[in-house]
């Protein structure tokens, strides 16, 4: 199916490692990206390709993907990573994809 | 470094045609090293492909809007723009410009948004 299904929210404690994740068979073909949005703004891409971070994004941002599923991993979570993260992919088609976004919040 | 900017209406009457138009600066609209694409935002809600245009004219459009999307490219203002005809509420959200290099299908650049209001 066309579609990327991510968990509604997540927490983690500060300081911690937290990992989201995203589902959908199109991740068994294509790699999936990963946005950050804090409320008011516009996203932000963290996470591109296979493991690749543009410029300016902190080191502690990771991907990975394994089968139908990727994730970011966020190790050693800032307060300031509080926000919604959304993966986004592609299909066959050329056709965009994005998951549901996950709320994660940094207790 | 490319920077984009949406500009159109802010409200839409129900059963009327949505037109937005992206500037992009910092780059050229004619590159083949980027899509241009439209995403879109209702309020309080997840962000939703609309589709995008490659600088040889080739669109790619969510197969759920694709009956009421047009997207275009106006080369000479280094613009592109977006049509949504017969708006309902549900259309209302904020609408994103973005670019997309050709190489990682990833979205670098954002515009800061436009939020469109579907209402009579």
């Known amino acids: 199916s066309s579609e990327l299904t991510q968990d509604p929210a997540v927490s983690v404690a500060l300081g911690q490692t937290v990992r989201i994740t995203c589902q959908g068979d199109?991740?068994?073909?294509?790699?999936a990206s990963w946005y950050q949005q804090k409320p008011g703004q516009a996203p932000v891409l963290v996470i591109y390709?296979?493991?690749n971070r543009p410029s300016g994004i902190p080191d502690r941002f990771s991907g990975s993907s394994s089968g139908n599923t990727a994730s970011l991993t966020i190790t050693g979570a800032q307060a300031e990573d509080e926000a919604d993260y959304y993966c986004?992919?592609?299909?066959?088609?050329?056709?965009?994809?994005f998951g549901g976004g996950t709320k994660l919040t940094v207790l | 470094q490319l920077q984009l900017q949406e500009s159109g209406p802010g409200l839409v009457k129900p059963s009327e045609t949505l037109s937005l138009t992206c500037t992009v600066s910092?780059?050229?609209?004619?590159?083949?090293?980027?899509?241009w694409g439209w995403i879109r935002q209702p309020p309080g809600k997840g962000l939703e492909w609309i589709g995008s245009?490659?600088?040889?004219?080739?669109?790619y459009y969510n197969p759920s809007l694709k009956s009421r999307v047009t997207i275009s490219v106006d080369t000479s203002k280094n613009q592109f723009s977006l049509k949504l005809s017969s708006v309902t509420a549900a259309d209302t959200a904020v609408y994103y410009c973005?670019?997309?290099?050709?190489?990682?299908?990833?979205?670098?650049?954002w515009g800061q948004g436009t939020l469109v209001t579907v209402s009579s």
């Open positions: 973005a670019s997309i290099p050709a190489t990682v299908f990833s979205v670098d650049y």
């Open positions: 910092g780059g050229s609209i004619s590159s083949s090293s980027y899509y």
């Open positions: 245009i490659y600088y040889s004219g080739s669109t």
């Open positions: 199109s991740l068994r073909s294509y790699y």
């Open positions: 390709g296979k493991n």
């Open positions: 986004n992919s592609r299909d066959s088609s050329g056709n965009h994809l």
